[in-house]
């Protein structure tokens, strides 16, 4: 089956199922809209949607965003229990035979199918900028920058550098770097360069004197693992130095003296969040985790309060504040429950939330309880900074080619309408349910149990005064480190056995594999 169907339909049933599957989720319902905007939506073909490696916006989001669309609007049409059959219907099929099934069930075939589930995302993103355009839009102006994906401004203390993540299609993601030489000159009107590339680098953080940043990379560590370790960077050599190893840490925050960096570290099945000093390299636990509850973009206020993200089970957003004296926690503005994306600056905390179905960007005041909106956008705003030599905005807007640096010098509040979503999706029904989640001991990986055979498929031929009787089988660890084929077959006629096996081994940089057989 295409990616589309396998993966649409986890999306489709994610989304109906539960309160915050990705159908209900503003962001994509902004990539929807993007795209149904520049009339981009209808170029995306049948064949294209089983594609995550067109490099073209939306990229390796094609088989869950456009397929869960698809199955959306399928199993909207169908009667109940539709998923089920015709995943039974597929499993007795020859593959790539699709329509028929389908076309059982509603009456339409695939393609067909998605030129309606097209139509009704055009229309209803039509009717969102409509609602949108109710209150004031601010007017953004595009950077020069040419990367496929342009997120997370970072602004150096000082004012003089800036730094953003960019991403490639070919080439993954990279820290590019912007020099000014005088405090007026625009960022996003100059050229910057690649400093370095790197997979898994979501954040930076600044030095106060800001010589150096430092950010998390993830890199393999062994056969058998990535770890995303935390490295520091100088802007006049351009080097990086390793500072910690065999760690997953990542969305480093740099304290306000400059002694300490806060960071989350991954655990099992949780978050953690942690301080490190820079200076000893000592690590400490500021806040240990729940299973299943995320943590997220840690933020110094002061030298004794902390600011950070928790995601609860349930898909609920909120903001705490840590006292890093006590090791205390509160919530703060408990009736906000989408947050994400802090960063401080001189004019407040900026945040993005989804408070009116679409990510939009807000400020948070000094004092920590009031809250202004800054944008009223008609796709997403992922992150910005605050640049204060030219008292403007840089963030990282959505377009119909992905996300790219905006600026704006009109800060002014305005006040986002409240947005209908994309997806008719009606509430997910209600489970009660006991959380017994508990972590058990970790143990060595060993590949062995993995390679004893688990399955033969037989294949019997005939042929003329005889018939060939063949074997196959297959074995390997989940890591995919090791693996076999075996295969055999018997012949009537010549009354012989043919054999063969082959061994691959990726337990090294270069693969290899050995293979023997007689014929």
Request: hydrophobic share 30%.
């Amino acid at each position: 089956l295409p990616s589309w169907y396998l993966e649409g339909l986890a999306v489709e049933l994610e989304s109906r199922l539960t309160s915050h599957g990705r159908l209900r989720s503003p962001l994509t319902a902004a990539i929807l809209r993007a795209l149904a905007q520049s009339e981009k939506l209808h170029l995306e073909t049948l064949d294209k949607l089983n594609e995550g490696s067109i490099p073209k916006w939306p990229g390796g989001r094609r088989p869950y965003l456009l397929g869960g669309a698809l199955m959306h609007e399928a199993m909207s049409i169908a009667q109940p229990g539709a998923e089920g059959r015709l995943n039974q219907r597929y499993s007795r099929r020859l593959p790539f035979l699709l329509h028929q099934p389908i076309e059982d069930e509603t009456g339409f075939n695939w393609h067909q199918l998605l030129e309606s589930s097209y139509q009704k995302i055009a229309q209803k993103s039509h009717a969102q900028i409509e609602q949108i355009k109710q209150q004031p839009q601010k007017v953004w102006k595009k950077s020069n920058f040419t990367n496929n994906s342009q997120l997370n401004p970072n602004i150096s203390p000082s004012g003089q550098y800036l730094i953003y993540v960019a991403g490639d299609y070919h080439k993954g993601l990279s820290l590019n770097l912007i020099k000014r030489k005088r405090p007026k000159e625009n960022f996003l009107q100059l050229k910057g360069e690649t400093i370095l590339h790197g997979n898994g680098i979501d954040r930076i953080a600044w030095q106060r004197n800001s010589k150096e940043f430092y950010y998390c990379r993830m890199a393999p560590t062994s056969h058998w693992a990535l770890h995303c370790n935390l490295h520091v960077s100088n802007i006049k050599t351009k080097k990086s130095h390793q500072q910690t190893t065999h760690l997953r840490y990542h969305q480093p925050a740099m304290s306000p003296s400059g002694k300490k960096l806060f960071y989350i570290a991954n655990g099992k099945g949780t978050s953690i969040l942690m301080a490190y000093n820079i200076k000893s390299q000592q690590q400490e636990t500021l806040v240990a985790g729940e299973p299943h509850v995320k943590l997220s973009s840690p933020t110094a206020i002061t030298s004794k309060t902390l600011l950070y993200i928790k995601r609860t089970t349930d898909g609920v957003d909120q903001l705490w504040k840590l006292n890093l004296q006590d090791k205390t926690s509160e919530q703060l503005l408990p009736q906000w429950t989408s947050i994400r994306q802090l960063k401080k600056t001189r004019i407040g905390l900026l945040f993005v939330s989804e408070r009116n179905g679409v990510p939009n960007l807000y400020r948070l005041d000094k004092t920590l309880s009031q809250v202004t909106a800054l944008s009223n956008t008609s796709t997403a705003i992922y992150d910005a900074d605050w640049d204060r030599h030219r008292k403007e905005l840089i963030a990282s807007q959505l377009t119909d080619e992905g996300p790219k640096l905006f600026s704006t010098r009109q800060i002014q509040s305005v006040t986002p309408p409240q947005v209908t979503p994309m997806f008719d999706l009606s509430e997910p029904p209600i489970t009660t349910h006991t959380n017994t989640t508990e972590l058990g001991p970790s143990e060595d990986y060993k590949t062995l149990k993995y390679f004893i055979p688990r399955y033969w498929i037989p294949f019997v031929y005939p042929i003329e005064d005889g018939f060939l009787f063949q074997g196959s089988t297959s074995a390997g660890d989940p890591l995919g480190k090791h693996g076999y084929d075996l295969g055999f077959s018997y012949d009537s006629l010549s009354k012989k056995i043919s054999y063969g096996i082959n061994y691959f081994n990726s337990m090294s940089p270069i693969d290899f594999d050995i293979g023997y057989s007689e014929i």
